[in-house]
T-cell receptor, first 115, second 112 residues
């Protein structure tokens, strides 16, 4: 069965650079979530999209932005990178979240290292 | 603000023993509760989801219970195996489609 695909799996950037992470949800899933997991920490919610519209926002820095495209894939753009942005970034998708199914399937994550 | 706590933070057991992992949450107005497994540096694998109207869910050697009124869920893993070694996280959304709040996880080591 198709899963949530994230790319790239690993990314190394310098401080103040920009990074873009991509997420391809499970086909027919209508909601995409982004999470950030720092070393030794639990995942923290960043932002979510339902049917290509932002549906919820968590602790996402102003330097970050995200969008969901017409094909339902999503991109997380991070600018002016800081050392503290080094983390594992997860994308998750779900189907019919507004009707309550809300079973999130997570991707394998993208590991960002900022030097 | 919802807070989710998992105790213990780490657990080491010999192979064959049953595992009991605890999860507590401060706001009982949850829609469901989900248990995940995470291997080091890897993604999150959903193990079980319990709807707020349910008391428990079972899948193979895994059984999860939910007591909304007391704000607790317990994950039982029977006859543990070395392959069960991982970090187990519980997470709750406040409503359908809402963001998940995760517990800090319990790091499990099953020794052969």
């Amino acid at each position: 069965a198709a899963g949530v695909i994230q790319s790239p799996r690993h990314l190394i950037k310098e401080k103040r650079e920009t990074a873009t992470l991509k997420c391809y949800p499970i086909p027919r899933h209508d909601t995409v979530y982004w999470y950030q997991q720092g070393p030794g920490q639990d995942p923290q919610f960043l932002i979510s999209f339902y049917e290509k519209m932002q549906s919820d926002k968590g602790s996402i820095p102003d330097r970050f932005s995200a969008q969901q495209f017409s094909d339902y894939h999503s991109e997380l753009n991070m600018s002016s990178l800081e050392l503290g942005d080094s983390a594992l970034y997860f994308c998750a998708s779900s189907l019919d979240s507004l009707s309550g199914a809300n079973v999130l399937t997570f991707g394998a994550g993208s590991r960002l290292t900022v030097l | 603000k919802q807070e989710v706590t998992q105790i213990p933070a780490a657990l080491s057991v010999p192979e064959g023993e049953n595992l009991v992992l605890n999860c507590s949450f401060t706001d009982s107005a949850i829609y469901n509760l989900q248990w995940f497994r995470q291997d080091p540096g890897k993604g999150l694998t959903s193990l079980l989801l319990i709807q707020s109207s349910q008391r428990e869910q079972t899948s193979g050697r895994l059984n999860a219970s939910l007591d909304k009124s007391s704000g607790r869920s317990t994950l039982y893993i029977a006859a543990s195996q070395p392959g069960d070694s991982a970090t187990y996280l519980c997470a709750v959304p406040k409503a359908a489609g809402n963001k998940l709040t995760f517990g800090g996880g319990t790091r499990v080591l099953v020794k052969p």
